[in-house]
Every structure is written in C-alpha cells, then in structure tokens.
C-alpha cells in the first residue's frame, strides 16, 4: 500500500529497521512507491531515517487510565493504511528469571493495551493490526513438525510460553475492529541481528561447535525475507489469523554452525555441554538455546509467498 500511512510501534529492533527500509523503497511484494511512515516512541529523541516520522507515546497508558495520551494516539491511528506492533521488552535482556519474565509479559501486554484502547477511540480504525509475536509460543517439540495449527506448548514446561499466549491474548480483541494478522517470528538472521551475531561469534573466534546435543532444530528466517513477508501481509486482503514467520527448510543447530563454519573457512569443533551453557545463561538456555522447533511457515507456502532465503546455506554468505 504505497504512499499510505503505515504506523509502527516499537521499531527501534532489527524486525522494525527492516521493515522500515523495505516500505521506504517500496514493496518488496511487488508494487511501487514508499509508504508514509510513522513510528511510535517513548522517547523524542533519537535517529530515524529520513521519511520517518516520530510520535511520542506511552504504552502504559491504557493500564495508568492516561486519557490524553490514548486520545492523542487515537487521533494518529485514524485512517492508517496498517498498524503494526512489535513493542516490548526483549526476551534477550536478561536471564529469564521471574522477574525478567514480568516484565517481559507486562510491557507487552500494555503496549497491545494501549494500542487496542485507542484503536477503539479512533475515528477509523487502521485498515490492518499487524501483531508481531513469536515462535516461542510453541514450547520445545523436539522434532515434531510446527504448523499454524499446532497449539500453544507446555506452560509449565517452557518458561516463554505463558507470555507468548498473553502477548497474542491482549491483541486478540482488535480482530472485532480491523483485520487482525499474528505473525509468529522466528530468530531472525541478519548480519545487524544481536542473536545472529551472538551465534556467529563463537565460529569468527574458533570456537564453534554444538550448543548441547547441537540435534536441536533452530527456527529461523533471514532479516529481508521478515520484512517481505510482513508487507506481503499488509497489503493481502484475504490474509488474516496466524502465520509463522519462519524460513521453510529448517535446520538443526549443529548444521547452522556447519554453515557459517564453511563461509568464514573456520573449523567445528568444540562443544558446549547444556550444563555449561545452563550456568552462563541461566534459563535463557533452555528457552532460546537448547530447545528444539521445528517451525513451518505453511500458511505462507500455501499462498504462494516466495522465500529468497529458503534454506541455510543459500542464505549464509548475505549473513557473514
């Protein structure tokens, strides 16, 4: 939907730079001209590129009963083209311990809060509510095959799941407003990616190897086939529900450090015992590093969308 206004909350992370860039210079689905774009901060300060406007805003708005703050955003959101979320603290920024795990759930449900409650004020509600969440929702199923159609994992077993569900829960209400899509995302690849980077680094110092068993399937999808395919959910009219955001050949650990092992002309070598990676990371190890999804993008596959970055080793050498 070029030359429409397109509104982004919490596009300061990798998902949102690409995203930016690809509406910038038009679709990558296939039509031309640039999206207006607006991005919704907390803070006014800070760089974004040139096109990028910024709008000051408080996700915790609609919990804290702010009534100038939700009509205020009310007002931006009328008549957009798209609304796409991606606020919340990062799984990343911490050890996954209860209280990174809170704040991790709250900051994302009162984004989706927040944006819900002024969706509803607004005099049009955005043509599309683009909610970015996560493949975590799936819990580590071994070498079980992940559709849309899977359901949610264990909460009591994976500690992302419980803010996986909430996450998608708190926007769930808007699909009554506007045509609601979930995007559920796996690590992306990117060479200005912190996960991928981590990942690499390891193989840059000589020190690659399996992470645990290194059998465990990694789910993944290159930086612009994320912002591709989020367009492409944009501007299809008869998408809507969920799709996982994913690359559609998996691959096991072990073979993502082969490849990356191979590109940079580096050995494979030394492995990482779980216990070990346990004590470094704490629960981050289990959630992010040792568990195993085997993600299938196949509501994407069934209506056509073409990956660019299909399988690991096509994808490595735009990745190191």
Known sequence: MPGHQIIIAGAGGIIGQRLIAALRTGSPAGEAGAARITVLTRRAEGRWPAGVEPFVWSPTAAREGDEASLDA?????????????????????????????????????????????????AAAPPGVWLQCCAVGIYGDRGDELLTEASSPGDPARDVLVPSSVAWEAAAAPAAELTRLVTARIAVVFDRDAEAWRRLLLPVRLFAGGPLGSGRQWLPWISGRDTARALVWLIETPSASGTFNLAAPEPARQIDVTRAAARALRRPVWLPAPAFALRLVLGKVADAMVLSSQRVIPQRLLDAGFAFEDPTIEGAMPTLV
């Open 73 to 121: 955003l009310a007002a931006r959101l009328a008549g957009a083209a798209a609304l796409v979320n991606l606020a919340g603290s990062s799984i990343a920024d911490g050890r996954l311990d209860a209280a990174h795990r809170a704040r991790v759930a709250g900051s994302r449900v009162d984004a989706a809060a927040t944006l819900l409650a002024a969706a509803r004020r």
